[in-house]
């Protein structure tokens, strides 16, 4: 389970925490015209995300933080549809306070929803590998004293047959000794 949690959390770690910023300002040069569509970056900074998205889901093991990941999915999905909305409105013409509307209450807001996701998703798979490593240490520490009371017994068993054992066959050598 720690394994796992580890490997999710790097994976996660993947995710561009300048996601918000350059998917922003990249949608911005998209409506100001600076850049054509086909010039953008948009398309590979989500498919970015939605591949760091779908590796971490892979290899989560844990449940509960599961829905961030779901979560995060759909808003990649909404910037996608807020992506194209721009395009369409771009290739339509003399939409720009549309396309600044876009990008001010939908865009903006939405890529800050998925880098806090992902912060979120991260936070709570540290809570867990923490919450792990304790159990782990634990079960070394019952290990350990599980060790030390065998190895005490076994002292105990070894001590008491390299007394007995040779009192008891040197016994009857010594009254037979006597004897004679």
Same mark, same amino acid.
């Given at each position: 389970r720690y394994e796992e949690m580890i490997h999710s959390a790097t994976v996660a770690s993947q995710f561009s925490l300048s996601f918000k910023e350059d998917f922003d300002f990249e949608s911005y040069l998209l409506i100001v015209e600076n850049k054509t569509p086909?010039? @953008?970056?948009l398309d590979?900074?989500?498919?970015?995300?939605?591949r760091v998205v779908r590796e971490v889901e892979e290899s989560a093991g844990n449940v509960r933080n @599961? @829905?961030?990941?779901?979560?995060a999915k759909k808003y990649l999905q909404q910037l996608e549809v807020y992506k194209?909305?721009?395009?369409?409105?771009?290739?339509?013409? +003399?939409?720009? +306070?549309?396309?600044?509307?876009?990008?001010?209450n939908d865009i903006k807001i939405v890529t800050g929803l998925v880098r +806090?996701?992902?912060?979120?998703?991260?936070?709570?798979?540290i809570q867990g590998m923490q919450e792990a490593r304790k159990e782990n240490q634990r079960a070394y520490n019952r290990a350990i004293s599980i060790f030390l %009371?065998?190895?005490? %017994?076994?002292?105990?068993?070894?001590?008491v047959m390299f007394i007995f054992i040779p009192?008891?066959?040197?016994?009857?050598?010594?009254i037979l000794s006597e004897v004679t």
């Open positions: 086909e010039e @953008s970056n590979a900074l989500l498919g970015e995300a939605n @599961s @829905s961030h990941l779901k979560s194209n909305r721009l395009i369409e409105n771009i290739q339509a013409g +003399d939409r720009y +306070d549309q396309n600044l509307e876009i990008l001010e +806090d996701t992902m912060v979120e998703y991260s936070y709570y798979e %009371v065998l190895f005490a %017994v076994m002292v105990v068993i070894i001590v009192r008891r066959i040197s016994r009857p050598i010594t």
